[in-house]
């Protein structure tokens, strides 16, 4: 549900409105008819993670990026 309210309700009513915006309602404050502002819940923004968390637990063998001959041929002749 949409509700509008001017900006002295709002100042008024702040409780009940924050209250009515986090059960779900559209709130919309006005200034002379104009909207000027949105009460909406609080949602905490994802956390970001952390690189480096697997540092010093996986290996590659130093030749891990080499070519492997077996699937280049695969790729350019189509049989092994």
Same mark, same amino acid.
């Given at each position: 549900? /949409?509700?509008?309210v001017g900006m002295h309700e709002a100042?008024?009513?702040?409780?009940?409105?924050? /209250?009515q915006a986090n059960?779900?309602?559209?709130?919309v404050v006005e200034n002379n008819g104009a909207p000027v502002a949105r009460i909406v819940p609080y949602v905490e923004a994802p956390r970001r993670r952390k690189g480096g968390l697997a540092k010093g637990k996986i290996w590659m063998s130093p030749d891990c990026w080499d070519p492997d001959p077996d699937l280049e041929r695969l790729f350019y002749e189509g049989d092994l």
């Open positions: 549900m /949409r509700i509008t100042k008024t009513h702040f409780s009940r409105l924050v /209250r059960d779900g309602d559209d709130v």
